[in-house]
Structure formats: C-alpha cells, structure tokens
C-alpha cells in the first residue's frame, strides 16, 4: 500500500517512513504544506499521515483542499496539539483519525492498517479467498493453512489485489500503488511479477482480464 507521510521534522519524517517500509508499505515523504498539497492532490495514495504544524501550508489547509479536490483516501493527523479544539478543527477537515506526539512508532503502521482495510469494506483484518489468507494487521499471506513464502514486491503486490479482490485491477492501478514514485515499471514487469506470484500460488487466483487488468478471486465459489 502507498502512503504519503508528511511532516517538516527530517529525522521524525524519516523514521515514520522507514518504519513503515519495514512493515510492507511504499512511502513517500512531503515536507511542508505546499508540497504534501500538491502530492496528495495528483498522486495515488492508499493513506496518509499529517501534521499539523507545517511550513507554507498547514496540516488543517491541505486537509480540507485533499478532500475538496476529491481525495478521499483515509488520513491520520499526527500532531503535538493536543487541545480539543485542534482535534475538533482536524476531524472537521475530514481527517479519519488522530494520534498526540509522542506515540509509539509501531501505532502509527497499526492505525494505517485499519484505516485502510475499514476504507476497502474490510471489517476484519484476515481476508480470505479460497486456500489463501491474508491478515493485514500482521501483513503476513497464509496458503491452505501453511505460511506463504513471497518476496517483498510480489508481497506488496498480492496484499494489493487480495484487498480488492473480486475487482479487476489495471496494470496502472497496481504501479500506482505498489511502487515508489521514481520507479516506472513497464507492463512486461509487471506481468512477469504476476506470473511469480501464480507459481507460488498454486491455484488459479489471479486471472488475467483482457485489456482491462488482473482480477483475484476464487472462481470455485470459495471466495471468503
């Protein structure tokens, strides 16, 4: 999953995201108002983590022009104020949720995980389509029971399709999602990616939908 992180404290913005990546998602990083505006309006993301206090633009402004240019990917504010009133002002933008510094790195992946499978209908974090299992709390695949063994892309990829499964994903959709901005991977990769992943499977999940994408489902009826 691809999440913006936007914060002006280097050294925090930095460790948010690298913590991030060690828990499977794709992170880019803004740095001050404009730039997370401008990011969060023309690219792709499955979440995104605000603070408030920021250069040029403040975290409540990019917010509430987020959602005015339709973005309406989940937000979770991270901020210093912890008044009421600041908390109030953030939800009324259309922030999701909200978390005081200092916090616990490891709760800042855990809320995005939520945010993110309650935005794709998800009420539970294990998804499960046939033999295959996902729980998204703990990012980890389960096959017929058994750990499934996947690189870290072909991971990002196969999270990405589980959580929309039923539905056909472009090819565009999936690099859009799993990939950092200044990859562009071609449809060869891609394809080459998928056909990994159908190996390791086992099973026909994945089906290609011509010309449109690819969709995960189980055809059997076994669909969870």
Not at 33 to 57: I, K, R, S
Not at 75 to 97: E, N, P, Q, T, Y
Not at 116 to 138: E, F, K, Q, W
Not at 191 to 212: A, F, K, Q, S
Request: hydrophobic content about 40%; some cysteine; proline content about 4%.
């Amino acid at each position: 999953m691809r999440v913006l992180v936007v914060e002006d404290d280097d050294a925090l913005a930095d460790r948010i995201a690298e913590d991030l990546r060690l828990s499977g998602m794709v992170v880019d990083i803004a740095r001050d108002g404009n730039q997370a505006d401008f990011m969060g309006c023309t690219e792709a993301y499955d979440a995104a983590v605000l603070d408030l206090g920021l250069p040029g633009l403040d975290g409540v402004s990019v917010l509430r022009s987020w959602r005015e240019h339709g973005r309406d990917m989940p937000v979770l504010i991270l901020s210093a104020r912890g008044r009421w009133s600041d908390k109030l002002a953030g939800f009324d933008a259309g922030a999701d949720d909200y978390l005081t510094k200092p916090f616990l790195h490891e709760e800042v992946a855990l809320r995005l995980r939520v945010l993110m499978r309650r935005a794709r209908g998800h009420a539970h974090p294990l998804i499960t389509v046939g033999p295959l299992s996902y729980d998204s709390n703990a990012d980890r695949f389960m096959l017929e029971g058994r750990p499934l063994v996947l690189t870290a892309q072909e991971q990002l990829i196969l999270a990405y399709l589980i959580q929309r499964h039923g539905c056909v994903v472009s090819r565009s959709e999936i690099a859009e999602h799993v990939y950092a901005r200044d990859l562009d991977p071609d449809s060869n990769t891609l394809d080459v990616m998928i056909g990994r992943i159908r190996r390791r499977l086992g099973h026909p999940l994945i089906h290609t939908e011509r010309g449109r994408g690819y969709r995960l489902a189980d055809d059997s009826g076994g669909d969870g």
